[in-house]
């Protein structure tokens, strides 16, 4: 609609012609509304529910005064830790677990196809119902892994979240596990990439096994390992499902990350400023990730 | 440069002896493969053996110690079904809104994401790689974060306990990568196909709607299922932003059995193998289509 009144306007005088096609990049007055008009809806949507978002929760965070109260907490000083924990063995644990197994699904056979399909399952299961069974799982008294190595080796298991570390521990190998299929696929799709020209050649000269796989996969891999570990950090520190479902952040809070000690404290405590704040304190490590991967992928796509 | 030196020594050596260490080596690796397929599938399998053990229980006996169901029963499953216990009592309303949820964000996704991609990419609006790079900044801060000011300016619009606050704000974060992975797919359909089109008198919906749509099929399947599957594996928004009995989704009816260590908890894992069975078939079955569109999307190296 404002298009119309653009095009109508912009038609006596010289001046506003050019300027109106200059801003239309050389489509002709009907296109440019149909253009105009499809990029609206999501424009909408980016503000409604983005932007506006994002400035709101900005100006709940602002106050100086919640950071002083939020670094002065135990409970902040102890999440701080365990984002730390969780983001430097989720994220490295799993891409290299990822690496190696990558390179194990590329083996031929019939038998690595069967396998990868029952690898997968993990990233196939939603979150909620695999980590809800992972936490009746590690139940001290009836759950499954301590009947298990009670009946197989007759030990008498931890009672996984009942102590912080085990707790803990059992989240980042929560998310290992539900995660490392999916990067794995990412990037056995790196390797199958790899021109078969350059692995055969690698081999004739003798770079197999290890020797093949540090002077010729992995430099080839690197830029998409790198990325994946980027975006993998990233998701991560977003990640809410694991801990919420896994150790709900117990026992007595000790075992919070940053998103779900957020929601903690603005809902259980009904201080959402506070929420806010403890979230806004990751912004120093995110917006240098994301700069960071930004410029990788830029460089990325000029290497395609 | 070792297997010039090796060469010789193989070919005039005994060769009784080379084939003996091939047959050996080979043994080791095959012992090798077994050992860590094995662990795998253990690793893999254990969580979801968990599930299904327990949701196969009768009531009484979830909270026993064997590794297998003495009296294996699909009580809890007909309990789902038939919505029998109270925590299930609007089991099939709920199951309806999941539907309904990831229905709606698929289809808005994609439509949002293939109008936009379609005037930026194709039509080559003025300023449309700014639209396209904003579009990307919703990734710099994670979902989570943004729960608390949305949830707040939800309740400022009256849209708590509606479905449709969730699907706005799955549909924003959904849309970005579906720009993106659009404008990629679409630099392999050459211009010259809508030009031809746009001279025979085609307007720029009908070149959308007939042209671009069906040629970018193979993209919008692979987004489709990732915006599925995105809002079936969401919880914190469903979490936070429903909370009546008839208004809330499977993933937020499970979680309210996770309030107390004495719930049913074969009805809890019977409910939550029925909720993992649709995204599962559908991994299985677009399985390659879905890596693809993953590749798609810039992740290539």
New interface residues.
Partial sequence: MNGVSVAHVGRPALRWHTLSR??????KG???I???A??V???A??L???V???V??LW?GSDPRLYRELFSDPIYQNTVVNTVLYLALGVNVKMFLALL?SG?FM?PGW?MKV?L??????????????F??????L?S??G??N??L??VFHIEGPSWLNERWTALGAVIASHI?KWTPFWT??LL??RM?IPLEIRDTARVD?ATGVRGFVHITFP??A??YL??TL?ST??L?????AV??VS?GGPADSTHVL?TL??RD??DLAQ?RL??AA??S??PL??PL?IVLMRK?RT??VQ? | MSTITAEPRLASGAPTRALRAGWWSRFLGNAGVLVLSVVLVVWTIVPIYNMVLISLEPEGDVFSDHLWPKVPSVESFWGVLTQGHWYLEHFWRQFANSLYLGGMVTLLTLLFGSLTSFSIGRMRIRHGWLVSNAALLTYVIPASFLAIPFYRIMQNYGLANNLWSVISALVAFATPYAIFVFQEYGRSIPIEVDESARIDGASPFQIYRWIYLPLMAPALVAVGTYALLLAWNEFLYQFLLLSTKSSMTVPVALAQFLNSDQSPWNYMMATAIVYALPPVAIYYAFRRRMTAGLTMGGVKG
């Fill in positions: 200059s801003l239309r990049g050389g489509l009907g296109e440019y149909w253009a105009v499809f990029v809806p999501y424009l949507v980016f409604a529910f983005v506006y978002p994002v709101y929760g709940l197994l194990f083996r038998w396998l399909l029952i690898f997968v399952l993990p990233w196939a299961v939603p979150q909620i119902s695999a809800v069974s992972i936490h009746w799982m139940n008294e009836w499954f892994l009947n298990l009670y009946h596990w696929l990412i799709a790196g990439a003798g080839l891999l830029n998409l990325i994946s975006l990233i998701f520190l977003g990640d809410f499902n919420y479902f709900g998103a957020g929601i603005a809902f959402p929420g806010v979230v806004m990751a912004l995110v917006i994301v992928l990325t796509e395609l």
